[in-house]
């Protein structure tokens, strides 16, 4: 009876998971962090969804440009969840299976590896701002895991953030190295390309993230920032809308828009990209930085 109750819950747990709109909130449970408005809580739990339950359409599609954080336990419990119970709807395994393997995810939890918990610690120190903290935690996880993927890519993006590119590069080629299908390392390579102007090689990088991954609407958004630096503001333009399609959330792809659209004097649609960043921003950097450019036109 326990083991059907807790499936129940669960079950109707997943189920409220779609409704959820303006609330973030930590998991009951052992499951993780949900968050709104297509905000990942570190590059790497954007990475697990992707690689765990994100080869789903369906409950992609399901969430509603919601995304799951993991960070607090490694083995990616309610990604799981959400393909068991998938699984469960098209019944490739039944109620009482379902129920029994919920059962087991405790001590799955329990089972968490020094290395992940020190990687955990690195998305933790990562969403505080804390970069330096979060270099060495990702660096103790990676001594003691060296064949993780997601290990040299969380501590690629916090290079990103202090602007160290070609050490970013470098954990990048790692990631891809131990995972050539992770989409995610291929578009932060794409980054650390560009942050030292070697815009055709980002391209080419950016194009292999879409390649893997259609719907990666950041991937689009960064190559349209290569070829806006390469002052192809047309193709810019097509970059910058289709990630907006993908993601109409994403602010920052109506700023690079906006200024594109300015640089080839469509003051208009520069003014309403503009306008529509201010609207979606939760960045003040970014926020301000379309005020004083909708200002200039």
């Given at each position: 009876m326990t083991f059907i109750l807790t499936g129940w819950a669960i079950n109707v747990y997943c189920n409220l998971i779609p409704r959820i709109a303006t609330i973030d909130f930590v998991l009951p449970l052992w499951f993780g962090k949900l968050t709104t408005n297509g905000v990942w809580g570190s590059p790497r739990a954007e990475a697990t969804w992707r690689n765990v339950g994100?080869?789903?359409s369906d409950l992609s599609?399901?969430?509603?440009?919601?995304?799951?954080?993991l960070n607090l336990f490694p083995h990616h419990l309610l990604g799981i969840i959400l393909i068991l119970?998938?699984?469960?709807?098209?019944?490739?395994?039944?109620?009482v299976i379902f129920s029994l393997l919920m059962a087991l995810m405790p001590i799955m939890a329990a089972c968490t590896s020094d290395a992940q918990k020190?990687?955990?610690q690195g998305d933790q120190?990562?969403?505080?701002?804390?970069?330096?903290?979060?270099?060495?935690?990702?660096s103790q996880a990676i001594e003691m895991e060296p064949t993780n993927a997601e290990f040299y890519y969380g501590r690629g993006n916090v290079y990103l953030k202090k602007g160290l590119y070609q050490s970013a590069a470098l954990d990048f080629d790692k990631a891809i190295q131990l995972d050539p299908d992770m989409a995610l390392a291929y578009n932060g390579r794409g980054v650390a390309y560009g942050g030292q102007m070697q815009y055709d090689k980002a391209i080419v990088d950016f194009n292999k993230a879409i390649e893997l991954d259609p719907d990666l609407a950041v991937a689009y958004d960064n190559r349209g920032l290569m070829y806006r630096d390469k002052y192809e503001y047309e193709t810019s333009i097509i970059d910058f809308t289709r990630a907006i399609e993908l993601d109409p959330n994403l602010a920052k792809a109506y700023f690079n828009r906006g200024l594109a659209y300015g640089r080839i004097g469509q003051t208009d649609k520069a003014r309403a990209d503009l306008e529509k960043c201010i609207e979606l921003s939760t960045d003040p950097v970014l926020t301000k930085a379309a005020k004083d450019l909708e200002e200039r036109l």
């Open positions: 994100g080869g789903f599609a399901r969430l509603d440009n919601h995304s799951l954080s119970r998938q699984l469960m709807k098209t019944r490739k395994i039944s109620l020190y990687a955990a120190y990562y969403q505080q701002g804390k970069y330096d903290d979060a270099v060495t935690a990702y």
